[in-house]
């Protein structure tokens, strides 16, 4: 009866959640492609798709490969519109919340703190926005929290005499974490509170078999990545972020970066906390619930190792870094919110608990309906709590969610007002816009950020018309000194611009046909 009940609350998580982000996006016009990262895995799937079907190695990609194959076994299938990958993000995205459930309910968390868990991840409003576009956050997640249900099944089995049921449970954990890993590098980092868990859990004996068949597993989902990293110039694990780390970035806020100069609000220790406190994330009214969940696994060990490392190891990476990204500590929200349904799980049963403060008459009647109302009264307190914050956290995430989309609508916009006042064939150098304009327009475009004033100079024609569509506070701020700041200084200098028009925060010029110097 239990398992049935279970898996009928889960099925209810999936459902609303899969009715919050359709209530989100089904009213907008967003395909889920925006900035330049998504059109590149847009882009790298089709390419990928394209070698494999060619027989060929494919071309070089920034980021590991997890992600755009998924997307090209997903277009293969179903076609390759850009809606296509939305939709695999959005299922991934809700099939956490009833993960969360799961794996909550594995770890012996009664079913109101495990159905509070699941809310939680539901309403968070990074989760929310990442469910609808083109990007690896929740694929990655996805996989790490279906590991983490793996790997607590293999946990719960130990006692069993289940061998291959339980050896079974551990391999499909491992490959998932490593397909986490190659989708967000950042998630090999649980390769080692994982690993913690599952040699406690054995004790003073190596289970060697069970051990060698998932590292097997896992180096088989790494090895096409392995061998992929060996020809492809982009970093892996020397990557601008590994190498800039340092402890003193925990209390800075000005960084200058591959990416250029930036001034934050908030220190990086701070900032990359919000998945503890920040209502875009958890309302901070479940913060004090967070501790005392933490609290409530101090005799579960094993677990507990799971959790803190899953949370901890991230942050101390992430607060470490010379740069700020609100998608980055998505990372560490389902533990978080397991503790925090924990926490609320045991202060329902401190509220409820049988001990009376005054006597009662000496009628077993009245006892039981006292501890039936303390009970429900118990009941009653948590529940509200859970809908008082998780209405925060929705209210906080909608707008949110609706500023974001109309802001990646108006670059779209933008690209699409820049293609009506450029005529057909012009060359049109731009930063920002560059694969939003390839994507939906048939200029020829160049990325300012890859040229140099030899490359303008080379490509420069008198009888070509030339036009550059900026968001020029950006340029003179984030990318001082920097080659976007060097090749519109020399456009500007050199040929000299034309102001044509402003849509939102971009200005088109026309190149004018100055000599060069």
Known sequence: MSRRVDLTLALGLFVAALLLRLMVLLPTRFDGLYGQDSYAYYNFAEELRTAISEGRAPGHFFWPLGYPAVLAGTFTIFGSEATVGQILNVLMGTALSPLVYGLARLMAIGQLGSIAAGILMMMCGQALQSSIVLMSDIPALFWATTSAVMLCLYLQKMKSGEQTARAYSLIIAAMLLALAGITRWIYLLLALPYGLAVLISWKDRIRWRDGLLALAGAGLVLMPQLLYSRTNPAPTLNHAWVEGWSPTNFSSKTFDNVDGHFEYKEINAVYYAQPFYDVHYLAPLFTPFLLMGL???????????????????????????????IRFPLIVFPPVVILVGAGLDAVKHWLGRRNQPHPLPDSPNWRGRINILRSYMALLIVVGILVFGAGQMWSKASGNISQFISNQQRDKDAAQWADQHIPPGATLYTFGLTLTLKHYTDLQVYEIYYETPDTLAAKWDVDQNDYLLLNVWNIENQWVGREPQIVYHWLRDQRGLRELGKYGYYTLYEVEHGKVG
Do not use: C, D, T
């Open 295 to 325: 609290w409530s696994f101090r005799r579960k060990r094993i677990h507990l190792v799971m959790l803190e490392g899953w949370v901890l190891l991230p942050y101390l990476f992430l607060a470490g870094i010379p740069y700020q990204n």
